[in-house]
């Protein structure tokens, strides 16, 4: 089974690549913001706790997040793996992300973290802004707040996984093809 956390900051160009391993390798796709989203829609238990939250405009509890996505592992359990896409964000959620896998003797495989320099992402972002409509990415000095936020809170978690010999860093400057190949290649050698 192959654990894949995908990693890098706003606009690096998770989304496009985790499109692109899902369909080669028919992994199960694990984003803390479409599970809460399903999990509110069909009213379940976390859906209706982690709805506390968000009305307030309050981040949802990483206990709340983590018992969402073990459901989805649950559900899941017998796949080809998982692709974490913005989880973790923390080392405190990497270690519970961990915890939780070994309730299944699973961990993660390997963290695959796209490189992109802030100058090239604030261009994304504000070009992704401009044709998507998302707000957050229409405004350079909220852009570059986001940038100190992962800087500060996210980036650390290069480190925990790097410790644990699961850590390859990949140019996200290359063109789309040239970044899935390379991500391929890594994910190729893991057993």
């Not at 998770?14 to 989203?37: A, C, F, P, V, W």
């Not at 350079?140 to 290069?158: D, G, Q």
């Not at 996984?161 to 050698?189: E, H």
């Amino acid at each position: 089974m192959k654990n894949i956390v995908l990693f890098g900051p706003p606009g690096a160009g998770k989304g496009t690549q985790s499109e692109k391993l899902i369909e080669k390798y028919n992994l199960i796709h694990i984003s803390t913001g479409d599970i809460l989203r399903a999990e509110r829609a069909a009213g379940t238990h976390l859906g209706i706790k982690a709805n506390q939250y968000i009305v307030k405009g309050e981040l949802v509890p990483d206990d709340v997040v983590i018992g969402m996505v073990k459901n989805k592992i649950k559900e899941n359990i017998n796949s080809n793996g998982f692709i974490y896409d913005g989880f973790p964000r923390t080392i405190a959620q990497a270690k519970a992300l961990d915890q939780l896998l070994a309730e299944f003797n699973i961990s993660i495989s390997k963290m695959l973290a796209l490189e992109v320099n802030e100058d090239e992402l604030t261009k994304r972002l504000l070009l992704r802004g401009k044709t998507s409509g998302r707000a957050d990415d229409q405004n350079e000095s909220t852009i570059r707040n986001r940038f100190k936020v992962y800087n500060n809170e996210t980036l650390p978690l290069i480190d925990f996984y790097r410790n644990q010999g699961k850590f390859a860093g990949i140019n996200g400057l290359n063109s789309i093809d040239g970044v899935f190949s390379d991500l391929c290649d890594n994910i190729d050698k893991i057993n």
